[in-house]
């Protein structure tokens, strides 16, 4: 019996040759710490960014506190929701230049993964860039929308008597 000629799968996995990057030694060390200190910068933001939301949602706690407790009167209570809106909108902006500055530091990965070996790229293509933007920003837009939802909160509790 004759065999059967690999499939087109089978075949591209067995093919697969490694080319090493062609740069010299220090520049590839260059490069191999502009990646770790980038990805280390990404960990760091995202980080920065999960603490901002989580402190900003004991604010809006302390503010309904410090109304329930000091029984405000109506204009200490329009400070307070004024505060709160200005918290928010600050917020908002602060997780948008984080995830800004991400974006940018992806950017000098991906650029100095050019440069590396085929063997890296193809373990780095492993994973959708399209679903890994994806997935950043749909948690980006879930930290709004737990800020903008917990200063409506906060804004009910301020208003209550």
């Given at each position: 019996m004759a065999k059967k000629p690999p499939e087109p799968a089978e075949e591209s996995k067995s093919s697969f040759e490694n080319e090493p990057s062609n740069l010299d030694e220090l520049t590839h060390r260059a490069l191999?710490?502009?990646h770790r200190e980038s990805a280390a910068a990404v960990l760091f933001a995202k980080s920065?960014?999960?603490s901002t939301v989580?402190?900003?949602?004991?604010?809006y706690g302390a503010?309904?506190?410090?109304?329930?407790f000091t029984k405000a009167d109506t204009q200490f209570e329009k400070i307070l929701t004024a505060t709160t809106i200005v918290l928010t909108c600050g917020v908002i902006f602060v997780l948008t230049m984080y995830q800004s500055w991400q974006f940018n530091e992806f950017k000098k990965m991906?650029?100095?993964?050019?440069?590396?070996?085929t063997l890296y790229t193809k373990i780095r293509n492993t994973q959708s860039r399209r679903?890994?933007?994806y997935q950043r920003y749909t948690l980006l837009m879930s930290?709004?929308?737990v800020i903008?939802?917990?200063a409506v909160v906060s804004i009910i509790g301020i208003k209550q008597k």
């Open positions: 191999l710490m502009m920065i960014q999960w989580g402190a900003c949602l004991l604010v503010l309904v506190g410090i109304n329930v991906d650029e100095v993964e050019k440069n590396l070996s679903l890994s933007s930290m709004i929308v903008v939802l917990g």
